[in-house]
């Protein structure tokens, strides 16, 4: 068939390429334009690597963004990891209209974050849903979802690039075939079950060791590797990518202050929370490098008893 892409970034590239290595055509590629300071996009590179048209438009609602996507002749649209808000009429331009990836079950988790929350709230499942856009953010029905578990210590790394990343791929082109075929189903989504959620960002990601243990390591694998889920030492950032969780059985296992170091080991160290112990593996201070958490007390001085947060 003969595609757009509406994308950016390494999803929206190895959406292109499958794509393109199945033996359709994508006659062009619509992806937001650079910073100044931003390194080149991948799916702009890699289109431009094989002579496929690149449009880098400030905005899809203009009559310049509806022309060129409509000179294009294609049967479908595809969006992949899109952050330009795509009007409806620039969406039905193709002969089929467009159809959308989103990692989350919707009607949960509409949002821009929508990988990093289910993690961050304890949640057992997640997924991913292709749909039609609407002028409403993720609002549009549903033609096919895809479910995978979150394991007690998955990652936001683990979980997208583990399994929605290469789910995505496989799912956009079963969806591009039904819909051409005229084999979709659309399916309204049900808006008694809807909850949007905003960015997670460097304010959401913020440890507060006086949560459970279960909200503070929930944090950290939600926040792991972005945007890092982070505390203090000396007014500047301490973030955290790797650690486990080790629970209080008895009041004898309770050990330190809220927030203190109560253990430095050869490969990690222990913070005292509510209900038992973080285990800090991996860390980043300040604009350092990823560094294993007792060099980083080494570093910087610290003994048993330091209080992280404060």
Request: with cysteine; hydrophobic share 40%.
């Amino acid at each position: 068939m003969r595609i757009a892409i509406i994308g950016q970034q390494e999803f929206g590239k190895a959406v292109l390429e499958a794509l393109v290595g199945r033996g359709d055509t994508v006659a062009g590629v619509f992806c937001a334009p650079e910073k100044p300071d931003d390194k080149p996009d991948p799916l702009r590179t890699e289109a431009e690597q094989r002579h496929i048209p690149v449009y880098q438009l400030p905005s899809l609602k203009t009559a310049e963004a509806h022309e060129a996507l409509r000179g294009l002749e294609v049967e479908l649209g595809v969006m992949a990891y899109v952050l330009q808000f795509v009007p409806q009429a620039f969406a039905t331009v193709p002969t089929h209209g467009t159809i959308q990836y989103h990692p989350s079950l919707l009607p949960r988790y509409r949002g821009p974050s929508s990988i990093n929350w289910p993690i961050i709230r304890g949640d057992e499942r997640t997924g991913l849903t292709i749909f039609r856009p609407t002028d409403g953010l993720d609002e549009g029905p549903v033609i096919l979802q895809k479910e995978t578990p979150i394991g007690p210590d998955d990652t936001l790394g683990s979980v997208y690039f583990n399994r929605l990343f290469p789910m995505g791929i496989a799912a956009l082109q079963e969806a591009a075939d039904l819909v051409v075929s005229g084999r979709a189903s659309q399916i309204r989504q049900d808006e008694s079950q809807a909850s949007y959620l905003g960015w997670c960002r460097a304010a959401e990601a913020r440890i507060n060791w006086h949560n459970h243990i279960d909200l503070v390591y929930n944090l950290v694998r939600g926040c792991n590797p972005a945007p890092g889920a982070w505390t203090t030492f000396n007014r500047k950032k301490l973030f955290v990518f790797e650690a486990r969780k080790h629970p209080a059985r008895t009041f004898a296992q309770v050990k330190g202050n809220i927030g203190a170091i109560s253990a430095i080991n050869e490969q990690s160290i222990l913070i005292a929370a509510q209900g038992g112990q973080i285990e800090l593996i991996r860390v980043k201070y300040d604009s350092g490098k990823k560094i294993p958490a007792p060099q980083f007390c080494a570093e910087a001085g610290l003994d048993v008893g330091a209080v992280l947060g404060a």
